[in-house]
């Protein structure tokens, strides 16, 4: 089965699949372009494609050799799952791999956006910390505070567990659908109230009912004193919106790990000192791409003894 592979992975996945398929590694760390997700369709019988290569409907505008999109990574919102489905191509996904990795970067946020961490890193490498002040960079106490997480799938139920067994922090969560036990003590509410929070999470999945859930009306609904994190997807908020309310003051500071527009990120969210930007760590750890890797292995290895896909996305062919 001859495979295409659109980002190099870590060498114990690349191993794992030269020994089971006729794998084509493209050495590029840019997205693949809608020309090259079409000739990969084109002339691959499947694909592990990952964040950023779009499978929007035009990438099935022509021929489709390819039976399989094997996406490494949870989210999936870069592929027309539907489309994909009328052209016979059905998708996987990695899910539970990235769970405690992504939930790790939460609460680094947490912390870093609550305590001031960039800022007082970036003072101290431009040469201009005076010394310990006793009212030098206050920023705020976590222990003990309200956690607001906005959907409470696997991973939004990990921060959840972290922050009140960690910190003691009382957890409102926010979910599409009612959830019997979050796996804490926690109180389910509507997304004002668990916007009321001191420390909202947004743990929800991409797409487009989820884009711009956060706009102008949400963040309003946020206290002055409050840090909005996000580990999901970059266009669930309205950056425009964000950076308006960071700017004005109207929350306290904000966590960013993704990005609307990403790679790109606007100069003047750059040049703010009350938001913490980082560059997509989410699931930066070797095991856990080793584990997201193999996991889309599993899912080309079924495919191809014709089994059962293992981790199938909603809406998908089954195999």
């Known amino acids: 089965m001859r495979v295409l592979v659109t980002r190099r992975l870590t060498p114990r996945v690349e191993a794992a699949l030269r020994a089971r398929f006729d794998v084509v590694l493209r050495d590029d760390p840019a997205p693949l372009t809608l020309a090259e997700a079409q000739a990969a369709l084109a002339s691959h019988d499947a694909i592990l494609p990952t964040l950023g290569d779009a499978f929007g409907a035009a990438a099935f505008r022509g021929p ?121 003590p926690a109180r389910q509410v509507d997304l004002g109230q668990a916007l009321a929070a001191d420390f909202v999470v947004l743990a929800v999945p991409g797409g487009a009912a989820t884009r711009h859930l956060i706009g102008a009306r949400e963040l309003a609904q946020m206290s002055p004193h409050a840090h909005l994190i996000n580990i999901a997807r970059g266009e669930i908020v309205d950056e425009v919106a964000l ?6 003051g109207r929350i306290a500071g904000a966590g960013l790990d993704v990005y609307e527009h990403e790679p790109e990120v606007p100069q003047t969210l750059r040049a703010l000192d009350n938001v913490t930007l980082l560059p997509h760590l989410g699931t930066a750890c070797e095991e856990v791409r080793d584990a997201m890797g193999l996991m889309a292995v599993e899912n080309l290895t079924a495919f191809a003894e014709g089994r059962a896909l293992p981790n199938a996305v909603q809406g998908a062919l089954s195999g």
Request: proline share 2%; net charge positive; hydrophobic share 50%.
């Open 64 to 184: 489709v050799r390819a039976r399989l999109l094997a996406n490494f990574g949870v989210g999936y919102n870069h592929i027309d799952v539907a489309v994909a489905r009328a052209c016979g191509v059905a998708v996987t996904n990695t899910p539970g791999a990235v769970t405690d990795a992504t939930a790790d970067i939460a609460l680094t946020l947490i912390l870093m956006s609550a305590r001031r961490a960039a800022q007082g890193e970036r003072l101290v490498r431009g040469g201009a910390w005076a010394g310990w002040q006793p009212t030098q960079m206050l920023g705020q106490h976590v222990t003990g505070k309200r956690l607001g997480v906005v959907g409470m799938g696997r991973i939004g139920r990990a921060i959840a567990r972290r922050c009140h067994f960690g910190f003691g922090m009382e957890v409102v969560f926010c979910n599409r659908s009612a959830l019997a036990d979050p796996g804490v």
């Open 243 to 248: 950076i308006e309310a960071l700017t004005a």
